[in-house]
């Protein structure tokens, strides 16, 4: 059976390079299975695309060759793993396996990407049989399915690993300071920053290379001023709020100077490791995945974790219509394609590494969080330091399930890239700012006009 895709409505969106003719597969996966009837897959191999981890590759080459080994055992099947290493990239892959009709038979993507993947209608639309393949929809934590798909009916993403933001800070060097906690606000948290500048040691580690941090502190700070950067059918780039946040989140380097003048060229790895050898007070929009590496540096048992500041620059309080957002829901959701010919497989993959047991495994390697209910609640019962990760975790606020979400995201990460040449040279001016927002405005408006 062919699915067919209208090319105007797929237009706009960069997932599918702008436009999707159509893919050979049934609309949902095969016969009923429950999670626990066994799938034979002899002599087959399952592909999946998954991001690759910058913090722990070593860890995840090991982690491939055990979850292949495990399915073989389980149903005779082996696991084929393919990597991309950014947002472009994985765009790319997608896009490229999806207008031929072959390619990954599964694909772990980032939570925000899952509007954009619905949008295309290339990946299987879950039924209650498929649900019940991976163990039924109350095997998860119900926050994690907040961005499954537009409504708990019309879902495509079962997630895999939840991954919510919060700000890591070294006890050490705020009492020797005077600081009792990290601020609530973001002015109040620079404060703090300038204060513990001091030497070679900074108040705050950031990536400005990196491909997915900067876009999330402008967005949360525009949200948290009342501005979605979506709003319905309209795009709020030119939104003053927006630009606000930008300035803000340069002005930490350029004016404030409580940033390493290196991480101009940083990746999220690198700030990490710059908060892990003391030399940074503050880790915002960091994940529990740096507890494994923050766990054998110098500031093992000198760090914490707290919720990042929810009001938004120049402001006490959240002004009206503004979210107290702690940070995106976050994490990653796996998604099968419908031209698959092997999704009973893929749906029982699935169930095995959404297990308690695996997922209690996966985050002892790796240190995301767990959707399986039954295993997060374990972690939560038995880890204080993770508290504050797991309290950002329900104040989470999602990104806007739009089909031109990743046009978006894109744009937010583009205005940062175009922007590295001024920081480096000390200074962002402010018209060429407003000229970068008013072309990413013009960007994503038509991908929004185009998207269905």
């Known amino acids: 059976m062919k699915a067919r895709h209208a090319l105007g409505a797929l237009a706009g969106i960069a997932i599918?390079?702008?436009?999707?003719?159509?893919?050979?597969?049934?609309?949902?996966?095969?016969?009923?299975?429950?999670?626990?009837?066994?799938?034979?897959?002899?002599?087959?191999?399952?592909?999946?695309?998954?991001?690759?981890?910058?913090?722990?590759?070593?860890?995840?080459?090991?982690?491939?060759?055990?979850?292949?080994?495990?399915?073989?055992?389980?149903?005779?099947?082996?696991?084929?793993?393919?990597?991309?290493?950014?947002?472009?990239?994985?765009?790319?892959?997608?896009?490229?396996?999806?207008?031929?009709?072959?390619?990954?038979?599964?694909?772990?993507?980032?939570?925000?990407?899952?509007?954009?993947?619905?949008s295309t209608g290339a990946f299987v639309q879950l039924t209650n049989a498929d649900w019940k393949k991976v163990g039924g929809r109350d095997k998860f934590i119900p926050g994690t399915l907040g961005i499954s798909g537009p409504d708990s009916t019309?879902?495509?993403?079962?997630?895999?690993?939840?991954?919510?933001?919060?700000?890591?800070y070294n006890k050490d060097l705020l009492a020797a300071a005077g600081i009792d906690k990290p601020a609530t606000t973001w002015d109040g948290l620079a404060a703090q920053a300038k204060k513990l500048t001091t030497g070679d040691t900074y108040g705050m580690a950031l990536a400005y290379a990196d491909s997915y941090d900067p876009w999330k502190f402008?967005?949360?700070?525009?949200?948290?001023?009342?501005?979605?950067?979506?709003?319905?059918?309209?795009?709020?780039?030119?939104?003053?709020?927006?630009?606000?946040?930008?300035?803000?989140?340069?002005?930490?380097?350029t004016s404030d100077k409580i940033v390493d003048p290196s991480a101009i060229g940083w990746k999220n790895a690198q700030a990490v490791a710059a908060f892990a050898s003391g030399k940074a007070a503050f880790l915002p929009m960091t994940t529990s995945t740096s507890m494994v590496t923050l766990d054998k540096s110098a500031v093992a048992g000198k760090y914490a974790y707290a919720l990042m500041p929810t009001v938004p620059p120049g402001a006490k309080t959240n002004p009206k219509g503004g979210k107290p957002a702690?940070?995106?829901?976050?994490?990653?959701?796996?998604?099968?394609?419908?031209?698959?010919?092997?999704?009973?497989?893929?749906?029982?993959?699935?169930?095995?590494?959404?297990?308690?047991?695996?997922?209690?495994?996966?985050?002892?390697?790796?240190?995301?969080?767990?959707?399986?209910?039954?295993?997060?609640?374990?972690?939560?019962d038995g880890n204080d330091a993770l508290a504050p990760v797991i309290d950002?975790?329900?104040?989470?606020?999602?990104?806007?399930?739009?089909?031109?979400?990743?046009?978006?995201?894109?744009?937010?990460?583009?205005?940062?890239?175009?922007?590295?040449?001024?920081?480096s040279n000390g200074s962002v001016n402010v018209s060429d700012l407003k000229a970068k927002l008013a072309s990413a405005q013009s960007t994503v408006q038509a991908a929004l006009d185009k998207a269905k």
């Open 16 to 118: 599918l390079g702008l436009a999707l003719q159509g893919c050979a597969a049934s609309t949902t996966a095969p016969a009923p299975a429950s999670s626990s009837a066994k799938v034979d897959g002899a002599g087959k191999t399952l592909d999946v695309m998954i991001g690759a981890n910058a913090l722990y590759p070593a860890e995840q080459k090991q982690w491939f060759q055990d979850v292949s080994d495990r399915f073989e055992k389980l149903t005779g099947a082996k696991v084929n793993f393919e990597t991309f290493a950014s947002a472009n990239d994985e765009l790319t892959k997608i896009q490229t396996s999806v207008l031929s009709g072959q390619g990954p038979d599964l694909y772990n993507l980032g939570s925000t990407f899952t509007p954009t993947a619905y």
């Open 154 to 168: 019309h879902e495509v993403g079962i997630p895999f690993a939840s991954r919510p933001f919060v700000m890591a």
């Open 218 to 253: 402008v967005w949360a700070m525009s949200v948290q001023a009342g501005n979605p950067i979506l709003d319905g059918k309209k795009a709020r780039f030119d939104d003053p709020t927006t630009l606000k946040a930008y300035e803000t989140y340069f002005s930490w380097l």
């Open 326 to 380: 702690t940070s995106i829901i976050s994490g990653d959701n796996v998604v099968v394609a419908k031209y698959s010919k092997n999704q009973d497989l893929a749906f029982a993959l699935v169930s095995m590494l959404t297990s308690a047991s695996s997922q209690t495994s996966y985050q002892k390697i790796f240190g995301d969080l767990p959707t399986n209910a039954e295993a997060a609640k374990k972690l939560e």
């Open 392 to 423: 950002s975790a329900s104040k989470s606020v999602g990104t806007p399930f739009s089909g031109a979400w990743g046009d978006t995201q894109l744009a937010l990460v583009n205005v940062v890239v175009q922007s590295i040449p001024s920081l």
